[in-house]
């Protein structure tokens, strides 16, 4: 058992002080593929087709300072989820306010905002005619000015209309559905002239870093991401300072994710696409680039994408579809952790409560374990009374390591021991426990959702306040401390083989576990306090046992 301890303990440290997250980074992403220039050639007796300027990868620069058309309106969106503003100017969205989910704990806090970006040329959803590279924003014409569904079975359009030099109009049309953050976009780009147009149509979403705190943050991806050719792509923001990033092949979808919400586009036109990610940790713009189309003359050419601002629920995002559930990565451990979360939901339904979930989640993977760790434990019992015997073999065969190892083989056997038997058991677990901790780290369901008592936020750390501003902790981290202390007694009640010398290092486990859990989310700690009771009853129980 000290065995398995120490090796757990050893790993929980480096990887809550290096960060999970960064330890089980995600492979880097294949060197981008530069995407052969494309050309289009009409036969001969046809007229040659008029360009529309254009770049075969966009840069993925930011639009030059635009100047906002007076006559330019703001169409207000408003649906049982959400209420978005889209300007008429460029068409991006100006705001997205989730109705469910608050930035911060505090009531008074406000609704959670997806667009936290402020100038015209940095807002997302922004379609051009020549591969995100316009210096000027078209002004379109909105068919209405506010969009209403009260109600989540109600569908609505919003038309909107611009007008380009050398006859070229764009009519866009977004459909918005009550019971769902999904939106639906389509671009008509219509060519009025007798000559074939060539444009590279693209669409481009700038995002910032969502405003709302979150013990989860400092650990977990956030920035630019996609789902690109079977799989999903993490860009760390900080790769962006060395240039753009372009990512080539199917894109079932792109956008901008952090623990808990995910903006993303999901291009339905043509199945090869281009994404050109560049910016910086503050500002993230991607470009997806439909490559070098022809309209015909006094033809029409379409273009269409599905729209995903909202929460990064596995659930809404699997009914959703486009692989948008690929957004929410456990890592390593998502095939077992995925089957937990869809546990605490269910305990959820029937109890209404998340904290009430985690304790009956951890009851069950221990009684599922019970079995194993039970003859652990028996084992690690049988080796403490062995070690008399043991030590006499070690002073007797000092001098002779190979036959003092026969001695104590033949030791286990006749008293049917076997050495490792009690950390096998538990190093099994190993991968369920941090299958969990992900869970709990990184679940949306877990924001703001209260316990009892002093515990309103199990995505937040634990603090009781006394009313008095503690440096640093600001609260005492009672169930922290509870944490602290059941680990302490579990310790003091386990057999040990240790040394004096390893046993007094092992006493320092607690307190170093105790500093180390202080800002971790409350739904973690409770989780591993809960823990520590199932093991102390488990080792009571065995001590009475060997008693009788």
Known sequence: MDLYRAFLAIVLSFLILVGYQYFFAKPTPPPPVAPQSQQVTESSGKQAAVSVPTAAISTGKPHNSVTLDPNAKDITVDTPLYTAVIMEQGGGFKSFVLKDYRTKM???????????????????????????????????????????????????????????????????????????????????????????????????????????????????????????????????????????????????????????????????????HTVTVQGSEQHVRSVISEGIQTVPAQGSQVFTYKLYFGPKKLQILEAAGSELAKAVNFGWFDILAKPMLWLLNIFHQYIGNYGVAIILVTILIKLVFWPITQKGMKSMKNMQKLQPKIAKLREKYKNDPATMNQEMMTLYKTYKVNPVGGCLPMVIQIPFFFALYQVLLAAIELRHAPFMLWINDLSAPDRLWIGIDLPYLHGIPILTLLMGASMYLQQKMTPTTADPTQARIMQFLPVIFTFMFINFASGLVLYWFINNLLSILQQQLINRQNKA
């Open 106 to 272: 505090a009531k008074d806090s406000g609704p959670m905002q997806l667009v936290p970006g402020k100038e015209l040329a940095d807002l997302p959803v922004l379609f051009t005619l020549d591969n995100g590279e316009s210096a000027t924003l078209p002004l379109f014409t909105a068919d209405k000015s506010k969009v209403a569904l009260p109600t989540q079975q109600e569908t609505a359009k919003l038309v909107m209309t611009a007008s380009l030099p050398d006859g070229i109009k764009i009519v866009r049309t977004l459909t918005f559905h009550g019971d769902s953050y999904l939106m639906d976009v389509e671009y008509k780009v219509e060519n009025s002239t007798d000559k074939p147009l060539r444009i590279s149509p693209a669409l481009s979403m700038a995002n910032e870093p969502f405003d709302h705190a979150g013990a989860a943050s400092a650990y977990l991806f956030f920035g630019p991401a996609a789902y690109i050719n079977g799989k999903l792509v993490e860009t760390k923001p900080k790769k962006l300072t060395e240039g753009p990033v372009v990512l080539q092949g199917k894109v079932n979808w792109t956008g901008f994710v952090d623990n808990y919400f995910i903006t993303a586009a999901v291009p339905t036109t043509g199945e090869v």
